[in-house]
């Protein structure tokens, strides 16, 4: 069974500076994908990022990218220049490569603070 | 496109009684899944939908749940007999998935459920 492990329940940054959130994962499988959402407070969750795991160049989007170490089966994310629109929970989130569908295992999340 | 909606967005309930949600996913995507967040966790799998079949079910789906996508598009959500331990947010996504393409789900703002 796959597990995520998301190992900052909390985390906080100021406006301007850059943030790492970790994660780490456990798997047995070769291909899979892994994720990025943000959940704001009391709004819906959003993709942030998406990494192939066959893909050795780390994704980029705008601000925020990842660093992918596929032997460590590690995937963290990093904010820079953090905005106060940040603020919100970050999972990180597993996807095995299965064409007949699979849910995503999610990890317990990181409660990122931006602060002004 | 106006992304995935369900509704209620918020349910209270008093125990025993049976409640029922509704996950609108994005139009033309042919994978629908649910997801049950307690608070401070990240999103747990329940089931999920290829087009009008569903294919997979959590065993955290006891046979007081039952979900389905009639028409392959809207799904629903039923609890009965509802118990406190169901108190969560019950998220939906869906996703399109073309052969040879990766999938990305898209999350609904999810419906809050409180049991009394």
């Known amino acids: 069974a796959q597990t995520v492990t998301q190992s900052q329940p909390e985390m906080s940054v100021q406006e301007a500076e850059t943030v790492t959130l970790s994660c780490t994962y456990d798997t047995s499988e070769n291909n899979y994908y892994l994720f990025w959402y943000k959940q704001p407070p009391s709004r819906q969750m959003i993709l942030v990022i998406r990494q192939e795991a066959y893909k050795q160049q780390n994704a980029t989007e705008n601000r925020f990218s990842v660093n992918f170490q596929k032997a460590a089966k590690s995937f963290s994310l990093k904010i820079s220049d953090s905005q106060l629109g940040d603020t919100a929970m970050y999972f990180c989130?597993?996807?095995?490569?299965?064409?007949?569908?699979?849910?995503?295992?999610f990890g317990k999340g990181t409660t990122l603070s931006v602060s002004s | 496109d106006t992304g995935v909606s369900q509704d209620p967005r918020h349910k209270i309930t008093k125990r025993g009684q049976n409640v029922t949600f509704r996950c609108d996913p994005i139009?033309?995507?042919?994978?629908l899944y649910w997801y049950r967040q307690t608070l401070g966790q990240g999103p747990e799998f329940l089931t999920y939908?290829?087009?009008?079949?569903?294919?997979?079910k959590s065993r955290l789906l006891s046979d007081r749940f039952s979900a389905e996508r009639p028409k392959g598009s809207f799904s629903t959500l039923e609890i009965q007999r509802t118990e406190q331990g169901d108190s969560a947010m019950y998220l939906c996504a869906s996703s399109l998935v073309l052969s040879g393409s990766w999938e990305t789900q898209y999350f609904g703002p999810g419906t809050r459920l409180l049991v009394l």
């Open positions: 939908f290829q087009n009008e079949a569903q294919l997979e």
């Open positions: 989130a597993f996807m095995k490569h299965n064409q007949a569908g699979t849910a995503l295992i």
């Open positions: 139009s033309e995507h042919n994978r």
